[in-house]
């Protein structure tokens, strides 16, 4: 897989690239899409060099003309294919002309989809006596905003039942590219050759269901100096739009220095754990520990202290009923979360108010604090905070319900900054943050991660962070990168189902120490 940009755009930001190009090469593209058709060219010959017949599925747009110019490329090559077509590009367009060329090669196009090699049983099972390789999947480009509809959902449902490996051409057919969302059907690739910009859409949402590998191809084109002026124009996203993976930041992570004592570490407050739920705190704690947090005391419910200390004896406690303890202990710390397993109630919402008037050190809010937020509706807006928020609090916290959040999550991340300040870290596949100047997508996780518990072990980590001295949006960043591979790597070692928290505390101490 080749190494993503840092810089992401949007639909409208890329046409504005392509109309710049334009201009300077006789007013059209045509040649970014032969460079299109022969990068996913170059990735097949590549990747799937044992393919011995390719089928390749164009629709009438630039995304069908980049899927001829690939068939154009199996014909010179004597690779054996197929072209399958919703329709002919309309005339004089740039699809057009590539179609064109593949005809004049003495290429074919079927306009039906092939139904030999298909036995219908049971009115429902397909068995496949002939079936291709390798597909390509030229549909749809980056200009779908709602489901696909007539022939080309019936053709993309055909594709997906073939069961074969599929290469999608800059996107899988069916993904919002904006947005991430796949409102209906979808092809499902196991690799998107992504052309000339990286496109949020593949990073997040439900499109992470169907892109499979990224492989990007700039096109030999230098988009360096058009991200920030471009987002001054672009209607689809505020703010700049970049991507990181744990690779890319590890110049963040935190040092510790032969002089340093455990003071010097980071001292940790983590107020979380009313009765019945002393899991959080003690998931909460481990993560701010194994990610080097000097000192760690959990305020919490006593009922809770026995078990905690049975599993992790490092963890200091007090009685979060003791609003004196507290409160001093809120002074000894240098960074503080609250929220995880404290429940909605006046008793969080009080716990919340000692908080309303802390300057000096950068807090977490996270689960219960997040809904205290939105029930209670107060203590809106501070800078000196980082929110972690996942879809369903998001929405309550917005007002609005879950499916709106995750219809379009960079939009949600941004609007959650907005309204409360500080950091917002928007939980998900493709976690967002937002620091109100940029948007960043973490390019990290794994379905490991779907679990009970992570989102606390996350708060640790980040709440630690912060008390070894990173910034708040450092410390989001960092954090969730570090807790994506760490879930990554635990369930390609041991398995994705079944995972829990606790088992990726050993992979997070050493990735921590990567740097040393």
């Given at each position: 897989m080749s190494k993503l940009p840092y810089e992401v755009f949007t639909s409208d930001e890329v046409k504005q690239i392509e109309a710049d190009h334009a201009k300077s090469h006789n007013g059209h593209c045509f040649d970014l899409m032969q460079r299109a058709g022969k990068s996913v060219f170059d990735y097949i010959v590549r990747e799937c060099g044992d393919a011995k017949e390719v089928w390749v599925f164009c629709g009438k747009g630039n995304n069908g003309g980049d899927g001829y110019i690939v068939a154009s490329l199996l014909l010179e090559n004597g690779i054996k294919h197929r072209v399958f077509a919703t329709g002919i590009p309309h005339e004089g367009s740039e699809a057009s002309y590539a179609y064109e060329l593949f005809i004049k090669q003495?290429?074919?196009?079927?306009?039906?989809?092939?139904?030999?090699?298909?036995?219908?049983?049971?009115?429902?099972?397909?068995?496949?006596?002939?079936?291709?390789?390798?597909i390509i999947d030229a549909l749809l480009g980056t200009g779908i905003e709602s489901a696909p509809t007539g022939i080309t959902a019936k053709w993309i449902s055909y594709i997906n039942k073939l069961n074969t490996f599929t290469v999608?051409?800059?996107?899988?057919?069916?993904v919002c590219a904006d947005t991430g969302g796949v409102p209906g059907m979808c092809v499902c690739a196991n690799a998107t050759v992504c052309m000339l910009a990286l496109k949020p859409g593949l990073l997040t949402s439900d499109a992470v269901d169907f892109v499979g590998d990224i492989e990007f191809a700039s096109l030999d084109v230098d988009t360096?100096?058009?991200?920030?002026?471009?987002?001054?124009?672009?209607?689809?996203?505020?703010?700049?739009?970049?991507?990181?993976?744990?690779?890319?930041?590890?110049?963040?992570?935190?040092?510790?220095l032969p002089s340093y004592n455990k003071g010097d570490n980071g001292k940790v407050l983590i107020i979380s754990g009313a009765r019945g739920m002393g899991g959080a705190a003690i998931i909460c704690g481990n993560g701010a520990?194994?990610?080097?947090?000097?000192?760690?005391?959990?305020?919490?419910?006593?009922?809770?202290?026995?078990?905690?200390?049975?599993?992790r004896p490092e963890l200091m406690s007090i009685d979060f009923n003791d609003d004196k303890s507290v409160i001093e202990a809120i002074s000894w710390a240098d960074a503080i979360a609250v929220g995880p397993g404290l429940g909605v109630n006046e008793r969080t919402a009080k716990l919340i108010s000692f908080l309303s008037d802390v300057e000096d050190q950068n807090?977490?809010?996270?689960?219960?604090?997040?809904?205290?937020?939105?029930?209670?509706?107060?203590?809106?807006?501070?800078?000196?905070?980082?929110?972690?928020?996942?879809?369903?609090?998001?929405?309550?916290?917005?007002?609005?319900?879950?499916?709106?959040?995750?219809?379009?999550?960079?939009?949600?991340?941004?609007?959650?900054?907005?309204?409360?300040?500080?950091?917002?870290?928007?939980?998900?596949?493709?976690?967002?943050?937002?620091?109100?100047?940029?948007?960043?997508?973490?390019?990290?996780?794994?379905?490991?991660?779907?679990?009970?518990?992570?989102g606390d072990l996350l708060t640790g980590i980040i709440v630690s962070l912060l008390g070894q001295g990173l910034s708040p949006e450092n410390a989001a960043i960092v954090g969730a990168a570090l807790h994506g591979r760490a879930g990554f790597l635990e369930g390609i070692k041991k398995g994705m189902i079944g995972t829990l928290p606790m088992d990726l505390c050993q992979n997070i101490r050493e990735l921590i120490n990567v740097k040393d």
């Open positions: 003495g290429g074919s196009v079927e306009y039906e989809l092939p139904n030999n090699g298909l036995v219908q049983e049971s009115g429902a099972e397909i068995i496949h006596v002939s079936k291709p390789d390798l999608a051409v800059d996107v899988p057919s069916g360096n100096g058009y991200h920030e002026i471009l987002t001054e124009s672009s209607y689809k996203s505020p703010l700049p739009i970049f991507q990181v993976g744990f690779d890319d930041l590890q110049d963040a992570l935190p040092i510790r520990l194994r990610s080097g947090a000097g000192l760690v005391k959990i305020a919490m419910d006593l009922s809770n202290v026995t078990a905690m200390l049975s599993v807090l977490v809010f996270d689960a219960d604090a997040l809904n205290v937020l939105a029930t209670f509706e107060q203590d809106y807006y501070r800078e000196n905070r980082v929110l972690t928020p996942h879809p369903g609090e998001a929405a309550r916290m917005l007002n609005i319900s879950p499916d709106e959040v995750n219809a379009d999550r960079l939009s949600a991340c941004y609007k959650l900054q907005q309204k409360y300040g500080g950091v917002v870290l928007l939980k998900g596949p493709g976690t967002i943050v937002c620091d109100g100047k940029k948007l960043t997508i973490i390019h990290e996780g794994a379905p490991s991660l779907a679990t009970g518990g992570s």
